[in-house]
């Protein structure tokens, strides 16, 4: 094959090279694939080979939207063992916010409204619907992005309806989208031993099939960093892109790094290079992705924009307050402003672009 000077590599590990040879004639890498970038030490290789598909399907671009994350509770019926922000109640750092608290929280600069919070002991459905209807009504050009899969599998069993009716109930009060959380990772083994009591794969995939095929867009997460296999990091990305193929509404795959906090379940959060693999591991393995988000909450500021140069085409947004990983000891911001945001993305070399919930592009900062 012959290479144009824009497609050359130097590669110092040649377990790579089919690798290459497959992104540029087109064809579906597979997992072995994904095993090799997630085991190579070439970094630079990794980064050519995911920014150039993320070129192809985004070129100079890099997504970002003013958005607020809404955490109206962190009382929890599970006790997964990742996660520092459930509360039971009595706990010192139970809270519940009331819905003044939600609505000050807001504002018409806002394009998204990202809502996520526990399974809460005794709230109803009509609780849950009630933040998404005055959140509407109080901001009507705010998109709502609400409620993982794992809290519409739990409002359908509270409420004893189908997750048909759970969505069609929200889609009435104003959600748009669901966001990607609560699919940790679909191994059964990693499920067995940190999150058995929460849905598992079978039924992540149910809901989001659901909502896709009644029009809801949504996102999807990996967590790793903690004592997942890369084989079984890899299986995650490819039943994702199974699932895509099948009944598409994917808009972003985001890999989360564990923050480790009290979890117990690993010494220290993920490095960086570990972070950049698995980044550009999703960008070459999601052919039918998108966007892969690097989430700076979580991967920290530098190592979210160095990502902008290993396949990721979005850093989520300003986010406001966020609590889950600030719970577990994140050391990131609290929030970022639009500057910053836009300041981080041209750092990268990139094309600033605002968008909203849904991609739709709001301003190009070239
Ligand atoms: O499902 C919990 C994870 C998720 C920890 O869709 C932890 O746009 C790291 O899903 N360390 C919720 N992660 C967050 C989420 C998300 C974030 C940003 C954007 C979108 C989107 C979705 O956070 C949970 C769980 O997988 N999580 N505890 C922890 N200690």
């Not at 009435?172 to 940790?184: H, K, R, W």
């Not at 693999?277 to 999601?286: I, Q």
């Not at 290993?310 to 609290?334: M, N, P, V, W």
């Amino acid at each position: 094959m012959t290479l144009t000077a824009q497609e050359e590599i130097i590669f110092q590990d040649e377990a790579l090279i089919p690798i290459w040879e497959r992104v540029l004639s087109g064809r579906r890498l597979g997992r072995e694939d994904g095993l090799a970038v997630l085991n190579s030490w070439d970094l630079t290789a990794i980064g050519k080979m995911a920014d150039h598909v993320k070129r192809k399907k985004s070129g100079d671009r890099v997504y970002f939207v003013m958005n607020r994350q809404i955490n109206p509770t962190n009382l929890c019926v599970l006790d997964c063992t990742f996660c520092d922000f459930a509360a039971k109640p009595g706990d010192d750092h139970a809270y519940e916010m009331s819905m003044d608290e939600i609505l000050e929280k807001l504002g018409d600069e806002l394009s998204e409204v990202h809502i996520v919070g526990g399974l809460h002991p005794t709230w109803k459905f009509e609780d849950y619907l009630n933040i998404v209807k005055r959140i509407r009504e109080a901001f009507p050009s705010i998109q709502i992005k609400a409620w993982t899969a794992v809290e519409i599998d739990w409002f359908a069993r509270i409420a004893r309806i189908s997750i048909e009716e759970v969505l069609e109930r929200l889609r009435e009060v104003g959600l748009q989208s669901l966001p990607g959380g609560g699919a940790e990772v679909f191994s059964e083994r990693v499920h067995e031993a940190t999150f058995k009591h929460k849905m598992g794969a079978e039924r992540w995939f149910e809901v989001h099939r659901i909502a896709h095929e009644m029009g809801f867009p949504s996102n999807a997460t990996l967590l790793y960093g903690h004592i997942e296999t890369y084989e079984e990091r890899v299986d995650h990305m490819l039943r994702l892109r199974d699932a895509q193929d099948e009944t598409p509404g994917f808009m972003s795959f985001i890999p989360l790094a564990l923050q480790p906090g009290n979890t117990g379940l690993a010494e220290r959060q993920a490095s960086a290079i570990e972070d950049l693999r698995t980044v550009a591991c999703g960008r070459l393995l999601l052919d039918n992705f998108d966007h892969i988000k690097s989430y700076w909450v979580m991967l920290g500021e530098e190592t979210a924009s160095v990502a902008l140069n290993f396949g990721a085409s979005d850093l989520d947004g300003t986010i406001g307050e966020e609590k889950i990983a600030h719970y577990a000891q994140a050391k990131s911001a609290i929030g970022l402003a639009r500057d910053k945001l836009v300041e981080m993305i041209r750092e990268a070399g990139k094309v600033p672009a605002e968008r909203d919930a849904l991609y739709n592009v709001l301003r190009v900062y070239d």
